[in-house]
């Protein structure tokens, strides 16, 4: 087992055993629901934005290991963002686990979410993924659900 599949493996039980920012959000200004029918997982992502920041961000849902723990590091990732720097940060994501190529300092940007990257081989995996990502960005643009398919 390469070095950071182990790695990998480790963060996403550790994510799914005690999800961050793990609840709702009584302050939220924004939310939206996500759902990938190919897997049953089932989120909210909630958003307090102030001054085209993201202050506070919070998730609750149920699913898998890999949807669950993408969405708790999406939260820690995003919090104190402006909106720009969010959706940049989905691209960057988006881009490395669907196997896109992503610029360079994309790779500086991303830091732990880079743990995800393996996830391209599994393309059924990817929307586990990316769930929450699509979820935070319809939040943002004041959509309310988002179906991965
Ligand atoms: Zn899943």
Redo the contacts with the bound molecule.
């Keep these: 087992m390469s070095e950071l599949s182990e790695l990998y493996q480790q963060v996403i039980l550790d994510h799914n055993k005690k999800p961050r920012n793990f609840r709702k959000l009584e302050t939220a200004n924004h939310s939206a629901e996500g759902y ?1 029918p ?4 089932q989120l909210t992502v909630y958003l307090n934005l102030e001054d085209d920041a993201v202050k506070e961000v919070s998730f609750e849902g149920s ?2 290991a ?2 669950k723990a993408a969405a708790s590091m999406m939260t820690q990732a995003v919090k104190g963002k402006t909106k720009r720097d969010a959706e940049a940060l989905f691209s960057d994501f988006h881009r490395m686990v669907t196997g896109e190529d992503y610029e360079n300092n994309a790779s500086e940007r991303l830091g732990n979410l880079k743990i995800f990257e393996g996830v391209r081989e599994f393309p059924v ?1 990817v ?2 993924a990316t ?1 929450s990502w699509h979820t935070m960005h319809a939040a943002l643009n004041n959509q309310e659900l988002v179906s991965t398919e």
Aim: glycine share 16%; net charge positive; charged share 25%.
């Design positions: 990938n190919l897997c049953g997982d699913g898998c890999i949807s995996r929307k586990c769930l």
